[in-house]
């Protein structure tokens, strides 16, 4: 069974701060996915990594795979009150969306 | 992607009754499934809903409890059968594209 780990579980900021959400496995990942959740919805797709050593960034977000495919980082810089929310990744196996491992989550607030 | 819908969003039952809810994607899909998610935390997978034959459950998931339909490949429905307020949860819907999974809006359950 493949486990993804987050951390911080909780992360309380204030506007305009930087800040790192980890997601961790001793799996190996064909891809991984970050979504973004707002209470009341259902999670979005943020963005997805399958290259090994491959950053991604979105506007204020970055995304790292990490080189041998098995950890990966989201930085968020300039924090905005907008970005709160509960932060997932996701990892896929073999190609296919029906082995999608799911981490434990971030809690991010950001404080106006 | 994939735009999908859920109904109810929300619903408020009383125990030992049974609640069904719908999921609608606006696109033909293979794969199609069923999480269970507590406020804040990360997602748990109930069960694959299979077109043509039986959903496939996860451990510590069983077809009498949560009964799943899969008449066509835009459409599914999951039943909470027999309910106690330990039901009460966010149920999601996805779908599977690639490696990526599209989720529904989600239906908020209040077991009393």
């Known amino acids: 069974t493949q486990l993804l780990e987050q951390s911080p579980q909780f992360l309380s900021i204030q506007e305009g701060e930087n800040l790192t959400v980890y997601c961790n496995s001793s799996?190996?990942?064909?891809?991984l996915q970050w979504y973004r959740q707002e209470p009341g919805e259902g999670p979005v797709l943020l963005v997805t990594v399958v290259t090994g050593g491959e950053v991604k960034k979105l506007k204020r977000l970055t995304f790292q795979f990490g080189d041998a495919r098995k950890d990966s980082s989201l930085h968020i810089t300039a924090a905005q009150p907008g970005d709160t929310g509960l932060y997932l990744c996701a990892g896929a196996v073999s190609g296919s969306a029906r082995q999608l491992t799911f981490g434990s989550g971030t809690q991010l607030t950001v404080l106006p | 992607s994939a735009v999908i819908s859920q109904k109810p969003s929300r619903d408020i039952c009383q125990r030992g009754t049974s609640l069904t809810i719908q999921c609608q994607v606006d696109s033909q899909v293979t794969m199609m499934f069923w999480y269970r998610q507590q406020p804040g935390q990360s997602l748990t997978l109930i069960a694959t809903a299979n077109q043509g034959s039986e959903a496939t459950y996860e451990s510590g998931f069983v077809i009498d409890k949560f009964p799943i339909s899969r008449p066509n490949l835009t459409f599914s429905t999951l039943t909470v059968s027999n309910m106690s307020p330990e039901d009460s949860s966010i149920y999601l819907c996805?779908?599977?594209?690639?490696?990526?999974?599209?989720f529904g809006p989600g239906t908020r359950l209040l077991v009393l």
């Open positions: 996805s779908v599977g594209v690639g490696e990526t999974q599209y």
């Open positions: 799996s190996v990942f064909s891809s």
